[in-house]
């Protein structure tokens, strides 16, 4: 049975013109390069990367608030070009990395979460306060919090009010952007169950993007993994985790910390240069990195290998199916 995806993008780019200084002019910079990527219905998609591979640049155009260069992008198979920016943040909304900056802090509680609602003009005023305390009850804050300022509240709170902000429009999809590492470790684990109650209960569709793989793998029905503009691997959760095919992801999974002290800081043989975004390498864009890495690797780009539902753009899947 086919799913239905809540969001997709195909084949979609994203080129910055980058000023190089004095008399050298602008170069172009491929923050997202070709991607395509799609979002079941009722589904947590987890994308992964380092900083400044481009997935938050790929959350904004999901979000109506960047323009891609090229490609489509569809809300529930429709053009997004169809839609106006209001519709759209009806239908998406972001929940941010730091609950510390994305909350005014000069504005009471019950203001930040009826915010959408006066924006939008949904419902009528006299209803606005009802679904604030509404909204309060679902994510498991006091009532008496609406009266309070963020500075009054702790960092989990502060995350909890976010949630209730992006959530009281009735979204069909929300964006994580690593929504628990401005957290402590003791507050991490009961934001994410949260997501996972509020996701059965409200039908919510979700894409996950963070850093901590941990979280990826807890949350997630589907990983897609992106290097430098491109989506590099993806398929579902259990088999990305358990057999991954491109050398990127082995490296990523081999970062993770283990409770053993005995085992000490891992290796994972990808140095510490990322390569220029502005001028990338040839080829593979990962072959600098990569321990496996071929003569074709060096010359030429890989196409996408498709196994099932299991994709990956490396020579080497190439060279095993050969």
């Not at 198979?77 to 900056?101: K, M």
């Amino acid at each position: 049975m086919k799913e239905e995806a809540a969001l997709e993008v195909v084949d979609v780019s994203c080129v910055f013109r980058v000023n190089q200084g004095f008399m050298k002019g602008t170069k172009a910079l491929h923050a997202v390069n070709g991607v395509s990527l799609k979002i079941p219905k009722g589904k947590v998609v987890g994308l992964v990367g380092e900083s400044g591979c481009g997935k938050s640049t790929l959350a904004n155009i999901l979000l109506g608030l960047q323009k891609p260069t090229s490609g489509n992008v569809l809300y529930s198979g429709s053009s997004a070009d169809s839609f106006s920016q209001r519709h759209i943040a009806r239908r998406i909304q972001p929940i941010f990395q730091d609950p510390y900056s994305s909350l005014n802090a000069t504005k009471s509680i019950k203001s930040i979460i009826s915010l959408p609602l006066r924006v939008h003009r949904v419902g009528a005023p006299a209803d606005w306060d009802r679904k604030v305390y509404e909204m309060l009850d679902l994510v498991g804050l006091p009532r008496r919090v609406a009266q309070s300022f963020p500075s009054q509240l702790s960092g989990g709170q502060r995350q909890r009010v976010a949630i209730a902000r992006a959530l009281i429009m009735r979204p069909e999809v929300i964006i994580c952007d690593e929504p628990t590492s401005a957290l402590d470790v003791s507050v991490q684990s009961q934001i994410l169950n949260l997501l996972q109650d509020l996701r059965q209960e409200l039908g919510l569709t979700y894409l996950m993007i963070s850093h901590n793989l941990a979280v990826v793998e807890h949350m997630a029905d589907r990983v897609a993994v992106m290097y430098l503009g491109r989506i590099v691997e993806e398929a579902d959760a259990a088999t990305l985790f358990r057999a991954p095919s491109h050398p990127y992801t082995k490296a990523l999974l081999s970062s993770v910390l283990t409770p053993d002290p005995h085992l000490g800081v891992p290796d994972t043989q990808l140095g510490t240069v990322f390569p220029n975004p502005i001028d990338p390498p040839s080829g593979c864009s990962f072959h600098p990195r990569c321990a496996a890495c071929m003569d074709i690797c060096r010359e030429q780009a890989p196409q996408p290998q498709i196994n099932g539902a299991h994709m990956a753009e490396c020579h080497l899947d190439t060279a095993a199916a050969g």
